[in-house]
Structures are given as structure tokens and as C-alpha cells.
């Protein structure tokens, strides 16, 4: 976060060359925000902020939080999600206290994501997008920021683990169906084979997060 205060300036000659201090961040105003999609999440406990001569406020405050988000797992394992992470502040109207703007492009802070982020997880970040407008409420415009992150899930566990075991039971049912075996041992074959399905089926529903309107084609079939 960085904001100017033209009440909190100084000339460095007058004192030492000092350009700039670190204060707590109760010394001065600080802007009031907080994420629209939390659920949960850790406080930073670095509660500081650099103030340069100039009156230019700085505050960089790293958190770690949980965020709700809705999925489509229709496609699943080779789905695609959009997730928003939306920063607001619903204590000074947009128009006349408070607004927010983002300081970087798109494609920096997707450069600076891919740099910091894990690569070999189960989720690959393909595009970030950045929404500014105002929130309407109570008759008042807020100003809200909203990221737009899109991800696409990495099938390839899922592939091994899922797919090819269910292609494979459906196979060898389709042979013991039309085989020349006795009837039997074709009931015997179908049993273990619902067995199997049954088992993947769990394994599916173990995965998969309960909250989608429509569940994955491989769950229908």
C-alpha cells in the first residue's frame, strides 16, 4: 500500500539527512481495507510502515488467508477456474474520502505471482485481471479493487489415478460381458467390477469439493 500525507513532511538538511523512518502503524491514518471473499486467515504481524520526507506512506504487510470461491468441476480433472480476490473499504465514500487505483499492470503482478509461487502444485496460474469500479450501497459509492485470478488444474494425477483405472474396469467389463465364459463367472467378474467402481467412486467423491451445482462428467459416467 503506499498514499500521501502532505501533513507528515519534513526537509531532510534540517535533520541529519534523514530521509526516511520506519513507524508503527497506529502512528498515523492507514488506509482501512480488507478482502471481500475472506473466510479465514492470519494477520500479518508486521504492523509498520516506511514514511518518506515527501509525506509518502508505505506499508507492505504480507497475510495468508482463505478464500471462498465458486467451482465448475463439470469438466474435471481438466477444468479451468476463475477466482476473485476483491480489497475494499466501506468506512469513506469513493467519491468524496477514499479511493483505491493499482499501481502495476496486470502482467507485472503475474510476473511477480509465477516468480513467487509454487510451480509443481496441483493448480497453474494462466492469467491474472485487474476490475476497478465503485460499489453502490446505501445509496453511496465505495471503491473496491478486484483481481481476477485464472487457474488451470493439472490433470495428470488424476489421469493415473482416476481416469485410466475407470476406462480399464469398463474394458474388461465389455469383454467379460460378450466372452465366451459361463454365466457364473461373468456375475462373478461383474461383481468385482461394481466393487472397483465403487471404489474409484469414493475415491472421487474424497477429492471433489462438495459445493458445485453440476458434478464431473467422469462422476456421471
Known sequence: QEWQNPFATWDPQDFCNISEIVLPMDTYWSPPIFILE?????N??????VL?????????RPFQVTLTCSLIILKFPFDTQMCNLSVASFLYPAVTDF???????????????????LTDGEWKFTNLSIIE???????????VVTYVISMERRPTLYILN???????????DMA????PSSLEEKINFQ????????????ILNNSLPTSSNKPPIIGIH
Not at 38 to 42: A, D, I, L, P, W
Not at 99 to 117: C, G, N, Y
Not at 191 to 201: E, K, R
Open 176 to 179: 467379460v460381458l460378450f466372452g
Open 99 to 117: 479511493v483505491m487505483k493499482t499501481r502495476r499492470t496486470p502482467a507485472e503482478i503475474m510476473k511477480d505471482s509465477q516468480s513467487f509461487l
Open 191 to 202: 461383481i468385482a467390477i461394481i466393487l472397483g467402481s465403487s471404489m474409484l467412486a469414493v
Open 162 to 172: 482416476l481416469i485410466l483405472p475407470t476406462c480399464a474396469l469398463y474394458l474388461l
Open 52 to 60: 518518506m520526507h515527501n509525506g509518502s506512506f508505505n506499508s507492505t
Open 133 to 143: 469500479y465503485t460499489e453502490i450501497l446505501d445509496d453511496k459509492g465505495y471503491s
Open 38 to 42: 475472506r473466510v479465514n486467515g492470519q
Open 44 to 49: 500479518p504481524e508486521l504492523n509498520y510502515m
